[in-house]
């Protein structure tokens, strides 16, 4: 299973930024798909999550209202689509595919990781 993410850069405070992450190696429409984040010398931390189905998500409280996942199951994709940005949202982005077939936020269940992708916010 491979996951490719793309769309990271460097953005000012209150802007845009869409990430994408394409799938391959296994059926994608069978398990739920979700984001990451790493900043600098924290530890890896939840933002979205997705079903398979792309009728369920949920959203880290701190980016909640600002950053909105999906998915398009016929071209094997999810997407992070991230308004208003922050400083405080400046890290790697991480897309992951879950063993489950629900939206879940604890990592213990993602077993396939993507490279990361930069996403860097400045004031």
């Known amino acids: 299973v491979q996951l490719q993410a793309s769309g990271g850069g460097l953005v000012q405070a209150g802007g845009s930024l869409r990430l994408s992450c394409a799938a391959s190696g296994r059926t994608f429409s069978n398990y739920g798909m979700g984001w990451f984040r790493q900043a600098p010398g924290k530890e890896r931390e939840f933002v979205a999550a997705?079903?398979?189905?792309?009728?369920?998500?949920s959203t880290a409280g701190s980016v909640k209202g600002r950053f909105t996942i999906s998915r398009d199951n016929a071209k094997n994709t999810v997407s992070l689509q991230m308004n208003y940005l922050k400083p405080d949202d400046t890290a790697v982005y991480y897309c992951a595919g879950a063993r489950v077939a629900f939206a879940t936020t604890d990592m213990a269940y993602y077993t396939y990781w993507g490279q990361g992708t930069l996403v860097t916010v400045s004031s």
């Open positions: 997705i079903d398979r189905n792309g009728g369920m998500t």
